[in-house]
């Protein structure tokens, strides 16, 4: 898949499962807040 | 970024923290780091690779990586750093925020 991650863009969506087992998807945030994705590196 | 937690939900904004942990690991450093935003595993990887394969930064492992997008979920700032520790600090997120706040108050 080819997304172009640029400024400007729209991001491009995702659904992934919390840590209580909620599942999370971007466009929820959509019109509602702002969003900082933080991709760690691992704690290991 | 958990002691300023407070500052970016008055700014109306949510931190999702996405990483290549599992669910397990994830949840022990969360609960012994009692770190306030949404923990997201993502063990596959299929976001990270996703938010990265185009810019290819990935060569030397997993770098940290921050992105701030907007309500409308444009990008409006993103980082990848160059080793584990080049992370945005706290206080270039929170005034990309207010700008943010400030242009879209209509």
Known sequence: MKVDIALGKQAPDFVLNDLTGQSVRLSDYKGKKHLVLAFLRGFM | ?106
Do not use: C
Request: hydrophobic share 40%.
């Open chain 2, 1 to 106: 970024m958990r002691d300023d937690y407070a500052a970016f939900t008055a700014r109306d904004a949510e931190i999702l923290a996405i990483g290549p942990d599992g669910p397990n690991a994830y949840r022990r450093y969360w609960e012994s780091e009692k770190l306030p935003f949404i923990g997201l595993p993502d063990p596959k990887h299929t976001v990270a690779d996703v938010y990265n394969q185009q810019v290819n930064l990935w060569k030397l492992g997993r770098m940290p990586a921050l992105l701030v997008l907007d309500k409308g979920g444009i990008i409006q700032y993103e980082h990848y750093g160059d080793d584990m520790k080049d992370i945005p600090e706290n206080k270039v997120v929170l005034d990309i925020l207010d700008k943010l706040n400030n242009a879209g108050s209509q």
